[in-house]
């Protein structure tokens, strides 16, 4: 039974998986899921589009209602029902299926806005389509040698089984059903065309779908056929199936697209070239077809048979296939010699054969049909004589149509049609030269007969007018006599001359197409294959040489146009240029036949240029010859063949700067003189187009130039070219500009030999800006004007004048110094400098200096003018718009505002300040300046920019070929400089256009400008619907740039003040909405729902490459210009993805606090307009947004935490969705709402958090490779971003589900993160070693180990990158080298960047700036600037004046970019490692606070472990005197850290203290908490007897192993002493505080032991660490009594209550105190002591006030008189305190006289300062328990001490009697606190009273 399961993305889900198989490079579980995926789809990919028919039975079960849909039964409505017989009937389908399409379509109907039935169409065709490239990716990926060898495996072998089997059903091979569904797709094709073009209501559906059906079975067969083609490509098909290929084709059309594919299929089954990368390879391939076809000769025979004699629907593939049937029979009669014999033709009849081929039309077929998509219009213009030629080579001559041009052909099967048709010519070339040479010289003889034919008949017509004349003369004599009538004699020569064959010339254009604009791909043809050596005997280079010979004007043409296409390139256009040198010494030079010994070649420069200027002489002698001389016109052979000549001269000096500058310099050319000369006479237009395109030429600066490596020298070469031709452009006059002729004589260039004269005029000195040109009048008159108004606007067509304006465009350079025009992401004011190419003195002695007449004649002739105009070929218009505004773009690129900017902000506005006029100067007479004024006064231009977007998204997406290259050029032209006026608008306006009306005075000419200059966004703001139309560019497809710079206009919009305005009214529904302008227009307007598909479809676009890394070299060299300040701003993306970027940053921009919701950025996201704070947002299923294609990029690799996860894949995106989600969760608007819907379907965070893997980077210690070879520090850094933001977010989603009290997603969160990582590493990687309960490593602590290796090694990278680049850069002899060497590649450090910066008198630090993030980073661009300001100053000093003091400076500069472009590197990297600690810290905090409850760890043992894990795991770290290159890494960094290094290790090891004590707190509560419990347990449970004391169990027990225990308390010891710790006083007292922690369960765990060998193993292990050799003990108590002594409030209280617990601890030991005996030798109890009555006294005075300011004198008195309490025990201590004066500064102290008279019954707790009562107790007790203790410690025979104790009494004698007074009136209330005060006092009392008695 036929199948009728369908699901939908099936097949899209299959080819996605192949393609990420395809790039992966190392074994993955991919490869198993691909296995079984592809078992799974294995009938349905062999079963093509077999798909089961109409059913009765199912058609009546259907229209019963109980349709089966996937097998299951349903009920259905009766809707359905007519939906599914309706889907059914159109789609031919069995009826289950159609129900079941029309089912999955239901929850895509509001996605896709369209009827079920009508979304179940497009998800049909959508999966045939992806079936299609997934069968097109397992054939090429099958035999792909790239792929990694298990996935070839899998796909060779499904392949196998796909080609090697047939289906019961049709009995057929696979080939066979590929062609077989082709004709099944082509009548259904017909019948949807018929159904289209019959009557209306016939259609079923919408037109739109049923023409979206015609496209896609359209689609279906051209993928078909490349389906045929990479079978024949990569594998091999049986006789039967190639005889079924060549039926195929010969009853082809060629109007169908599939014909070309299979065409191109069966050349390359045919191809037995044996040129190739690898000729051996090529060779063999060719011997193993010929062998084959040597075992099957019946095939070999039916298939001679097929080509030869059967016949074919078109004479040119017919004439193609039987040239390659030749090639590859003549191939195969010489390797065997019975290869001829099985056909039983001989190895001449093959070559007839051949020449047959030819002359049907096999050069036409291949150029005009299957290189169609090269014939550019550009091309066609330049070749039309050729292909007029072209047309006429058929076998009827009365043919001369042209074949159909498909465009649409991907670009990778464009190469393999070129090298198809490469490897077709090589074997021609090389096997039939014999056939063309003799095809060359009989066209040549039966030219020349026919020109001799031609000669007489016209001899003959002349005698026959002659007689003619004669007769009328004696008829009008003798009116009676008869004519007498002369038969031409020529007739059949002129009937011979229509049909000569020109195949030569067909040849020559085959070769010109082929290899046009294709940089060195023709080298072969000048005898380098290899690019450097010559090889004269390649029969490619012979042929070339054998062409030069040509006599025929024709051939010469076509063999000029050949040269032309193959001096394409660098090395191509060198190897002309030496040819046409015309030197005989050359191995390659052209034949010198039938040429005089005097006289060039005519393939030479010396014929083209002399030629030129014959013309020109000549054709001057007009203006002095009589009026009764006639010098004859140019004839229109010449004409055509001086084009050919020029466009070679274009292209040789387009590619090579050699051969630029050569011609341009050569005084016998002169050439660039000589073309302007031959301009002004009387020759064609397009003669004058071509003059002007190769001037144009000499002055291009293109990428071509800029390849090479000295692209800096041919730079400024190329712009000392350009300005010297915009000077014989401006004396050459051709656009008139002045009428003052004598000034213009007087500023004649050299070489210009002629001057236009025009009338005397008083030149206009005055500038108007933006009004249009003062000199219309002028204008109007003759030149290029003239021309276009009077010659080509009546021909309707412009060559001319598009060839002028390109012209002026390529004079106008971008400045290396500024930013590229294709940048959006510069800044066009801060990254922009004038052109070095504009000479802004032009005409300065005549005219108002500048090139603006020649902008303004662009703008008001060209541009303004181009929707009036009639063209001819309607498609001219968009190329007049393309080189328009290409033009007006270079003119604002160059428009440098930074200069007056800076002088503005310096307010350095001297009227005598000569370089303030003129940079004023060169600004309003900067053509630039003119356009941004037209556009922001709102004039013609504004408008005329508008209506070129009015073309639609829509033309710009269909639109192919030439028309819609020229479309798209000028849609994103227009779209950048609108962005480019947005950006820098309001800087002109308020500061320059200012600036200049103070300064107008300075010009020295009049200046007017117009009066309503406003910012462009007011301008749109009238022209809303232009809005609307710029954002649906957003959906453009044809041009990723189109789409960014969409985005980024529509970014600054809802920046704007004007559009981010909420004025306007939205009707939703019901409801009258108030929102902001921008959204309201987009939300209005007809298009919203496409804009807003527009945005998804770009974010879930692919990439071809997940992260297009920039190079090393090029990234150096941005740096050097100031383009590049670090990893923040490189170039490190595709097209693709920067869209993706850009459209995060908006929604992220527009989701501020700043902007009321809704924003743009809510409206795309998808939240509600009328309440975005509580309504929920959409279901994917209902509407799609912009939130949920992100959530599915997001989702990439789900439950793979490996390189399929988008943070690995690509890293910047992931870090900008995890930014927007974290902002989405935690704004006050959007939290709600977003974490509900988060909830709702998935436990979102938790995961990310699983699916994200726990490296970053490959360990370099485990690979053992250099950093650079690993990974790049780029990705790095936004991995550590994108983990910072996934890691916040997910600490505050666990801290809302646990106030939500969420306990199952909180727990399971919480246990993932403590959960095992699966994870051993060595060293630092595991978190214990020897343990059996604590090897495993938690995934909290694995995620910080990451960050660290991933910055360890980064940095590493870093240093060596640096070390390589100051090697390549600053190589140099000089001296200045030499005493650096030292520091030459230390890493860069803080004051680096002013290592050299001495030189040059420059503050570094001065460009130090503050990025987006908050990174601090030097400036390049302004440091760049400074520097060479210093430059300029030095040089003006005359201090440069040898060229080692250059030098000198030169590598100053150079030293001083380098370093501070990587010390940039290293701040952004170190920035986003602190970041990510940032986020992890976050997230650990908030596991071991809020969220530890949820945490079921194995019972209180295991909530033990994971708290002693996490603090031991942080410990070792801040450890670590170098905590990220500690443990290893760098036999590549052997330089210790630098000063800036340790003090940036030093604030993260701060930032992550507070969570260490955090750790060790929870540690110390899971001990109270366990001993609490016991406890408890006990006392509830086992009684004691009554009567009897029931001994309580230990406090606390551990099972934790004495080992770690100990461990981890030596690292904390270590921590405080690491130089970190001592530069940080924050760092010191969190690492006391966990020592608290940890000492206190120490001693507790010592105290609880059941076994004393436990106890002292705790205890005397702890001792024995501080009393190491390293005297960590001495040092610690040194360390904390003085922060105990000098410090800040609370860590004083810190500092002595780890004293007080040191001193608990060294208690246990017999011999003196440790800590008592070091405070005496270091005399820190003379300060403890002194400090109270001195320091303290008065604070503790002020704490005793009824509000007091701060208690925290009272909380350092507490925590000192505890540490002295503590030592007091003992004598030793009691001792030192009393001789320190102890007592004598407790007697002296004022605040134990300031007993406040309050009630001692009110509550400690009532407020959260203690009442005065209670502060003062807590001051007391302290004093008279130490003094109690001094008493009973001393003794009785120590005098000294009762003198002073009864001192003490006395002084507070009022105080105590005060008390006992309280505590034995009978009325008062006692409490506690009396009795305890009045008990101690008592005691003292009776102790000194008992002493006296």
Known sequence: MANTTWEPERFANLSKLLLDSLELTDESPVVDQLTKQLEMAKPDLAALFEYPGKNAQHRDELSKGTPSINGEKFKVSEEFIVEAKKLSDFLELDEDLAATLVHKAIPYEKRFELPPAESAIVMFFSEREAKLLSIIRLLTGGANQTVDVSVREVLGKFVHYLLSTTLTSSNKMFPERVLATMGELKTKKDKVTALLNGPSADVPYSRDIVEFVQTKLGDERKQLAMIIFWIIHDYQLNSKETISVVEWLRGSSVEDPATLYMTVALLTAMNTSTEGPSQVQAEEAALNKIRNLERDSQFL?????????????????????????????????????????????????????????????????????????????????????????????????????????????????????????????????????????????????????????????????????????????????????????????????????????????????????????????????????????????????????????????????????????????????????????????KLMSPSRAHVASNQAPRCSWQALFGALSHYASSMRQKDSADASQKTPDLPDGEAA????????????????????????????????????????????????????????????????????????????????????????????????????????????????????????????????????????????????????????????????????????????????????????????????????????????????????????????SVMLKAEQRSYQYSTEKWSVYAVSLDAIERSLGTLDLSGLVAEAGEQRLSRTDSGLANSLRALVTHPGFEIVIRILCGSKLLDALLNILNVGVDEVNMSTGDVGECINQSVLCTLRILLRILRIQETLLRTVIPLLLESSDMLGFPLTLPRSLTTLEQLLLSRRQSVVQIVTYVSCTSSADICLATIKILHILSDSAVFNGIDDRVARGADMLTVNR??????????????????????????????????????????????????????????????????????????????????????????????????????????????????????????????????????????????????LCSDAVTGDVTTRFLRGRENFFYSQLSSTPMAIVPDLRVLGEEPQSVHSPIRVYAQLHGRSWL?????????????????????????????????????????????????????????????????????????????????????????????????????????????????????????????????????????????????????????????????????????????????????????????????????????????????????????????????????????????????????????????????????????????????????????????????????????????????????????????????????????????????????????????????????????????AGQKSRLVSGALDILADSAALGDRLLEAASADAADSSDAWKTVAFSLLNALASLFAVESRPNRVVMLLARKNFFASFVGSILHREDHAIQAALQPDPASLNALYIYEAKMSFFLRIAQRSDGAERLLENGIIDVLADCAFLDLRPQSDHGASFADAFIPIRAERFHLLLMPALNLMLALVARIGRDNLTLWMKAARFVSQHHAVLEAILKEAAAPAHLLSIALLTEAKAVTSLVFFIARQRA
Request: charged residues 25%; contains cysteine.
């Open 301 to 585: 025979a039916k298939l001679n048979a097929e080509v030869i004699d059967k016949t074919w629907n078109d004479d040119g593939l017919k004439g193609l296939i039987w040239l390659q049937w030749a090639l590859l029979a003549t191939f195969g009669i010489k390797q065997s010699q019975g290869f001829g014999g099985l056909i039983g033709i001989r190895e001449d009849r093959f070559e007839g054969f051949a020449q047959q081929g030819i002359q049907m039309g096999a050069y036409r077929f291949a150029v005009d049909y299957l290189l169609g998509y090269r014939i550019t219009d550009h091309l066609e213009y330049d070749l039309s004589a050729e292909f007029l030629v072209l047309q006429r080579q058929t076998t009827t001559a009365t043919e001369t149509r042209r074949y159909p041009h498909f465009t649409d052909i991907p670009v990778d099967f464009q190469q393999h049609i070129e090298h198809t048709l490469e490897d077709t010519l090589s074997a021609l070339l090389s096997r039939m030269s014999g056939v063309y040479r003799q095809m060359r010289y009989v066209e040549e003889d039966a030219i020349v007969l026919a020109n001799e034919n031609e000669e007489r008949r016209a001899l003959l017509e002349d005698q026959r007018q002659q007689q003619q004349q004669r007769q009328l003369q004696q008829s009008s004599a003798y009116p009676y006599s008869r004519p007498i009538v002369i038969k031409p004699a020529v007739a059949a020569a002129a009937a011979a001359t229509e049909i000569l064959r020109r195949d030569t010339e067909a040849l020559f254009l085959f070769i010109t197409v082929l290899y046009a604009e294709r940089p060195d791909a023709g080298l072969r043809f000048w005898g380098r294959a290899d690019g450097s050596r010559v090889e004269l005997d390649d029969r490619m280079a012979v042929f070339l040489r054998w062409g030069s010979s040509c006599k025929d004007i024709g051939l010469v043409r076509g063999y000029y146009n050949m040269l032309s296409s193959l001096a394409c390139g660098a090395q191509a256009s060198v190897c002309a240029h030496e040819f046409l040198g015309a030197s005989e010494n």
């Open 641 to 860: 063949l001086l084009r050919s000549l020029l466009r070679l001269c274009r292209t040789t000096v387009r590619y090579s700067i050699v051969a630029r500058m050569s011609l341009y310099e050569n005084a016998e050319y002169n050439a660039v003189v000589t073309m302007f000369d031959f301009l002004g006479c009387a020759i064609p237009v397009s003669l004058k187009a071509s003059l002007l395109d190769t001037i144009a030429a000499f002055g291009e600066l293109g990428p071509e130039i800029l390849g090479g490596g000295e692209a800096d020298n041919a730079r400024q070469l190329v712009d000392e070219m350009a300005r010297r031709i915009w000077a014989i452009l401006e004396q050459s006059q051709t656009l008139p500009t002045t009428n003052d002729v004598d000034a213009l004589r007087q500023a004649r260039p050299f070489g210009m030999e002629r001057v236009p004269l025009l009338p005397d005029r008083t030149p206009q000195r005055g500038i108007s800006i933006g009004r249009g040109s003062g000199n219309r009048q002028l204008l109007s008159r003759g030149g290029i004007v003239y021309e276009l108004e009077e010659v080509e606007a009546a021909a309707e067509t412009y060559p001319e004048m598009r060839a002028f304006v390109r012209l002026i465009s390529s004079l106008i350079h971008v400045s290396n110094s500024a930013a590229a025009l294709s940048n959006l992401d510069r800044d066009p004011i801060l990254y922009s400098a004038p052109s070095p190419s504009i000479p802004m003195d032009l005409g300065e002695s005549y005219r108002t200096p500048g090139i603006t007449p020649y902008l303004v004649f662009v703008l008001e």
């Open 1078 to 1223: 921008l959204v309201g227009m987009i939300d209005r307007s007809e298009e919203s729902v496409r804009i807003v598909h527009g945005f998804i479809n770009c974010l879930g676009v692919e990439d071809d490459d997940s992260v297009a890394e920039s190079r090393e070299v090029a990234l150096i060299s941005e740096a050097a210009k100031g383009f590049t300040s670090g990893l923040e701003d490189q170039q490190s993306t595709g097209p693709a993805q920067s869209i993706r970027l850009a459209i995060i940053d908006l929604l992220l921009a527009n989701l501020t606090p700043t902007k009321p919701a809704p924003t743009i950025a809510h409206y795309l996201l998808g939240f509600s307009l009328t309440r975005p704070a509580s309504d929920d947002l959409p279901d994917p299923s209902q509407r799609a947004t912009c939130l949920h294609t992100i959530l599915d990029l997001l989702r990439e690799g789900h439950g793979e935490a490996g390189p399929s996860s988008l943070i690995a894949k690509r890293p910047r995106l992931a870090e900008r969705c995890y930014h927007l989600m974290y902002h």
């Open 1287 to 1651: 890691w916040r977010s997910s600490a505050l989603e666990l801290h809302t589900l646990v106030l939500q009290d969420a306990r199952s997603r909180a727990k399971l969160i919480g246990e993932w993160l403590v959960g095992d990582a699966e994870q051993t590493e060595d060293g630092d990687g595991s978190v214990f070693s020897g343990g059996s309960i604590l090897d495993s490593r938690m995934r909290i602590l694995a995620m910080f180990d990451s960050l660290r290796q991933a910055y360890r090694d980064s940095s590493s990278a870093l240093q060596r990158q640096q070390r390589v680049a100051e090697l390549e850069y600053l190589r140099s002899d000089d001296s200045m080298m030499d005493e650096d060497d030292d520091e030459g590649a230390a890493p860069f450090g803080r004051g680096k960047a002013s290592l050299g910066a001495e030189l040059l008198n420059v503050d570094v630090n001065s460009c130090i700036v503050t990025n987006e993030r908050g990174c601090a980073v030097y400036d390049l661009h302004a440091l760049v600037a400074l520097l060479r300001q210093a430059e300029q100053a030095l040089d003006q000093g005359g201090q440069l004046g040898s060229a080692g003091a250059r030098q000198r400076v030169f590598l100053a500069i150079r030293r001083v970019v380098i370093r501070s472009y990587f010390g940039n590197q290293e701040r952004e990297l170190h920035y986003a490692y602190a970041s990510a600690l940032r986020g992890w810290k976050e997230l650990a905090e908030i596991l071991v606070t809020s969220a530890w409850n949820k945490i079921d760890s194995h019972g209180r043992a295991g909530c033990e472990r994971t708290a002693f894990q996490l603090l031991r795991g942080l410990v070792r770290v801040l450890s670590e005197n170098d905590p990220v290159f500690a443990g290893g890494a760098s036999k590549w960094c052997m330089e210790p850290p630098t000063a800036e290094q340790e003090f940036r290790h030093a604030e993260l090891l701060t930032a992550l203290a507070p969570t260490l004590t955090l750790f060790a707190e929870r540690l110390s509560q899971e001990w109270t908490r366990a001993g609490v419990l016991t406890r408890a347990s006990l006392a509830m449970n086992k009684p004691g007897a009554a009567g009897q004391a029931r001994v309580m169990p230990p406090a606390l027990d551990t099972q934790l192993p004495v080992e770690p225990l100990l461990d981890t308390w030596r690292m904390l010891v270590c921590a405080a002493l690491t130089p970190a710790a001592a530069a940080s006083l924050l760092l010191r007292g969190n690492v006391y505080a966990a020592m608290l922690h940890v000492l206190g369960g120490i001693r507790k765990l010592g105290e609880s032991s059941s076994s």
